[in-house]
């Protein structure tokens, strides 16, 4: 079985995540996308975050909908920092037994263009089938207040850099496929930011998700 693994806070998850899982395995054949929500990220401090287990439940209802999707929540279990060599480990052992060849990592251009500054990159890169896919830089306006905040040097990775980026120049990054999947302009900010203003995001979710979002109003009012 060819499985890919796609990183996330999730917080929500929303539908240009199911869209890029689609395409990495209708493009390069893999038969399994394991969503990982992280527990605590080292690169961002998350604002207006739901709880922990709200986002894995919201993962788990995405992924119902799809054979080919699955939440795996192993970052929450293990607690602490969530680091992909971790990860990426931890994977390897579960999966062994059905795994065909490497683990594909999923990673945006805005996470490709930090990947250097990630724990222990060069062995994730040698670990994993990298698979670069395209997300559209989305400033968030300062007056934001469900925003996350880059911590430490991602700071220092802003809209320009990652318009300049050039994943074919980071010698990390050689061999990596890289797709030209659908630029959906869907964030989990805005999300968050239409939830708690009353305005309309049903179908920027998986009806699942909504359903969950609104039973629980987790981003205040609706």
């Avoid at 709880?51 to 929450?76: G, K, L, S």
């Avoid at 905040?149 to 990054?173: K, Q």
Wanted: proline share 6%; aromatic share 8%.
């Amino acid at each position: 079985m060819k499985i890919a693994v796609l990183g996330g806070t999730f917080n929500p998850i929303h539908m240009a995540h199911l869209a890029v899982a689609d395409e990495v395995c209708t493009s390069l054949g893999y038969d399994r996308v394991l969503f990982v929500p992280s527990n605590i990220p080292p690169h961002k401090q998350m604002n207006c975050s739901v709880t922990t287990e709200d986002r894995v439940r919201m993962v788990q209802r995405a992924c119902d909908a799809d054979p080919r999707f699955q939440c795996e929540p192993c970052e929450v279990e293990r607690g602490g920092i969530s680091y992909t060599y971790d990860t990426i480990c931890f994977l390897e052992k579960k999966y062994a037994h059905v795994l065909e060849g490497k683990l594909g990592l999923i990673m945006g251009r805005d996470q490709a263009a930090g990947f250097h500054l990630w724990h222990r990159a060069h062995d994730i890169a040698r670990m994993v089938d990298l698979v670069l896919v395209e997300r559209p830089v989305m400033t968030e306006p300062a007056s934001c207040s469900v925003g996350n905040v880059p911590t430490g040097d991602y700071a220092s990775i802003t809209g320009d850099s990652l318009r300049e980026f050039n994943a074919s120049d980071d010698p990390l990054l050689k061999g990596a496929r890289v797709l030209s999947n659908a630029l959906l302009p869907v964030s989990s900010t805005d999300i968050r930011e239409r939830a708690s203003e009353g305005r309309a995001f049903r179908y920027l979710v998986p009806p699942a998700v909504f359903e969950y979002i609104m039973g629980g109003n987790l981003y205040g009012q609706h």
